[in-house]
């Protein structure tokens, strides 16, 4: 009860705008960019002198976004760029990453921010899949895999466990996943009729996404660290598409969307962290998940390690819908 309870009043954050170190010479993408915590976040790499990708779908709201930053006082050399891709549209993912490695030989965290909860249902995406799974999971995985080659090239000239890539989970894996994991494939497969149901799968899709990339490409001492956090409970337009009442209900519990850029900072940029944590779940406003649920951890081992081997079939679910795309 004290790790969920700290997740909805979380510690002071300890990595901020106060002693974030330069960012120049650094090449960040941020999905979903243009509003809430992830236009926070690229506030907070522009004035530290990243260069920042803003992706989005609506180049109208990155623009103006933008300009908001731009607007900032106290720029350290940083530049923010709009990448135009819609992750629910898996055949506009590979076009945007040939657009960035055009333009940059490396990239140095990509925050895979952006996702959808609860839209109407029967919302599906351009290739049939519903939208939450497609914009969480399935763009994420597609848009993670073709940056691969270039976070490794960059990996290999970088301090060890810098070059990161940074998913996006929610308080929901900690306070309503069910002890039946296993019926998390069938209902990956066959969405069910609730949409905060398969909200969650996504989300705990997230983490074994995190947890997949950490083996596949955090290994070596030049690898790449992968980590899932939950950005905390913010006031920002994710809950847009439910009832208008609940807002109000919640609001004593919502932060502003400046503290959840906090956690993807310290997810992103911690000097705290090393390979060894690949895989593993930040907290509020940054900080290891202390005690993860046992059998979410054995999801994520295979059936040869003693585990569930959930993770790995969820993985295979995704790599046979983005095969494609590739």
């Not at 497609?134 to 995985?141: E, F, V």
């Not at 490409?217 to 690898?223: E, F, I, K, M, Y």
């Not at 006031?235 to 847009?240: A, E, G, S, Y």
């Not at 993807?264 to 895989?279: C, I, M, P, R, V």
């Amino acid at each position: 009860m004290g790790t969920t309870w700290s997740q909805f009043f979380p510690p002071k954050p300890t990595l901020t705008e106060n002693n974030l170190p330069s960012q120049r010479g650094k090449v960040f993408i941020v999905t979903g960019g243009y509003s809430g915590v992830g236009l926070e976040l690229c506030k907070l790499l522009y004035q530290a002198g990243g260069k920042v990708y803003l992706a989005g779908r609506s180049e109208e709201k990155a623009r103006n976004a933008i300009a908001t930053i731009e607007a900032l006082p106290g720029n350290a050399g940083g530049e923010v760029i709009f990448l135009p891709l819609s992750l629910d549209d898996l055949t506009t993912i590979k076009p945007a990453v040939e657009k960035f490695t055009a333009a940059e030989s490396r990239l140095d965290v990509l925050f895979n921010n952006a996702g959808v909860s609860n839209p109407p249902r029967g919302s599906i995406s351009p290739q049939g899949h519903e939208l939450q799974m497609a914009t969480n999971c399935l763009g994420p995985h597609l848009l993670t895999q073709l940056l691969l080659p270039i976070l490794q090239q960059t990996a290999q000239e970088a301090p060890s466990a810098s070059v990161r890539v940074i998913w996006t989970s929610s308080i929901v894996v900690d306070l309503t996943t069910p002890r039946d994991v296993p019926s998390f494939l069938d209902e990956v497969e066959h969405p069910p009729p609730d949409q905060q149901r398969s909200y969650l799968n996504t989300k705990l899709g997230n983490w074994f996404l995190a947890h997949e990339l950490a083996v596949q490409a955090g290994s070596s001492d030049r690898g790449i660290l992968s980590l899932v956090q939950n950005p905390g409970n913010l006031k920002t337009n994710l809950i847009r598409h439910f009832p208008a009442i609940l807002p109000l209900v919640v609001a004593p519990l919502l932060h502003h969307a400046r503290y959840g850029a906090y956690t993807a900072l310290w997810a992103g940029l911690s000097n705290e962290l090393t390979l060894e944590d690949g895989g593993k779940y930040v907290l509020p406003w940054g900080r290891l998940h202390p005690s993860p649920r046992g059998d979410l951890l054995g999801a994520m081992k295979t059936k040869e390690e003693g585990g569930s081997g959930v993770a790995d079939g969820f993985v295979r679910y995704c790599n046979k819908y983005i095969m494609d795309y590739m």
